[in-house]
């Protein structure tokens, strides 16, 4: 999944002050560094993610620092543009959001530069979520979520979707191995800490059980919205800022957030970029608490400096990934067995889904 799939409605932003506040604290290490002005060209997810990362990040960079931020929309998959950039030194890109799975290609092919600080240098911060060459910036997560007008006993884990006698309703699952792997494991009784490796053998048994019970397998983030909108299921697996677009928008659903699946996406710089140092300013501004709670009023994603809860009202903050009751209900996806895996079992998924 990548967050350019991904939709959420708007929200009113917190207020100026608390803005104000997070320059205040994070300017000072910055403010005065470069002798001119620089400007940062930073590829992100686009649609709500422009104007929701220019509130929270570009803007206050600029402020504080003088340098002006210049944001593009990105592919989906942006690897290959990022080696491309790279390797001809048409440096188009100064920043870019990547993935976990994104994040370890590049870094295995030497594509990446320092960030230039470590996790102990801002301890608050997820530590899954900084590494020598990548700073994570928010997280989402794979849940169930089902309707609350329909569903006469609310569903509480993968165990509870995979009962029909118990609850029965219609029902639509990814159609795609990835999380619904791990989905049918969970069901079958395998502990979230003993995941992986997967055991794919294990996890195609308990899909026979479900796969006549599926009434729609959906394709894109967009679908699965619809769907739980539209009521044309009753239950349904997919991310969590989709579901929380349609509840913000008045439909009677309910996240549940317990054996959920995390991942996070965040911030690198292309290796050789002649504007690494303002760049590196930009991601460690990023790690501020109080910039990124500015963004989840817009996006329901998760901060993941947990400090930022501190500033997040309440209310939200239930509808967060990483708020604390919802972050010790998951574990974050396993990427590196992804890599190695995907396409092995992709092409055995789509024979089983034929079959």
């Known amino acids: 999944m990548t967050n350019g799939d991904m939709f959420c409605t708007r929200r009113k932003l917190l207020k100026s002050a608390v803005g104000l506040a997070s320059v205040a604290v994070a300017a000072p290490a910055l403010i005065g560094r470069a002798t001119a002005a620089t400007q940062l060209t930073i590829a992100d997810p686009g649609g709500p993610f422009g104007p929701a990362w220019r509130k929270a990040f570009y803007d206050p960079f600029e402020k504080a620092t003088g340098n002006k931020v210049v944001n593009v929309a990105r592919e989906a998959e942006p690897t290959a543009q990022f080696k491309a950039i790279v390797e001809t030194k048409s440096y188009t890109w100064d920043v870019c959001t990547l ?24 301890p608050t911060l ?30 509480g884990s993968w165990a509870d979707y ?27 009784g395998v502990p979230l800490d003993k995941l992986y490796p997967l055991d794919v053998d294990r996890a195609f048994k308990k ?14 983030g967009a679908q699965s ?5 539209s009521g044309e299921v009753d239950m349904i697996t997919g991310w969590n800022a989709r579901f929380q677009a349609a509840i913000d ?10 054996q959920g699946l995390y991942s996070i996406e965040g ?63 998951m574990t974050v996806a396993n ?12 092409e055995r998924f789509n024979s089983w889904l034929l079959s």
């Not at 050789?272 to 963004?295: E, K, L």
Request: net charge positive; hydrophobic share 40%.
């Open 99 to 122: 993935t976990l799975s994104a994040r370890d290609i590049l870094t295995k092919e030497n594509l990446l530069e320092p960030i230039g600080f470590t996790h102990a240098d801002v």
């Open 126 to 155: 997820m530590p899954e979520a900084i590494s020598q060459y990548w700073m994570g910036t928010d997280v989402y997560s794979t849940v169930l979520a089902y309707r609350t007008d329909r569903m006469k006993t609310a569903p």
């Open 162 to 188: 995979w009962d029909i006698k118990k609850f029965p309703g219609r029902r639509s699952l990814r159609k795609n191995p990835i999380d619904t792997l791990e989905q049918a494991l969970l069901a079958d």
């Open 207 to 220: 899909l026979d059980q479900i796969k006549p019970h599926v009434n729609v397998w959906w394709t894109g």
């Open 225 to 229: 919205t619809q769907l739980l909108q």
């Open 249 to 258: 928008g008045g439909t009677p659903a309910k996240i549940v957030w317990n």
């Open 267 to 329: 911030w690198a710089i292309p290796k050789g970029n002649p504007r690494a140092d303002a760049a590196r300013d930009f991601i460690r501004f990023c790690s501020d608490p109080a910039r990124q709670a500015v963004y989840t009023e817009v996006l329901a994603y998760g901060p993941t400096n947990l400090d930022a809860y501190k500033t997040i009202p309440a209310q939200r903050a239930t509808a967060l990934p990483t708020s604390p009751g919802n972050l010790k209900q």
């Open 335 to 346: 990427e590196d067995w992804w890599s190695a895996n995907r396409a092995a079992v992709t």
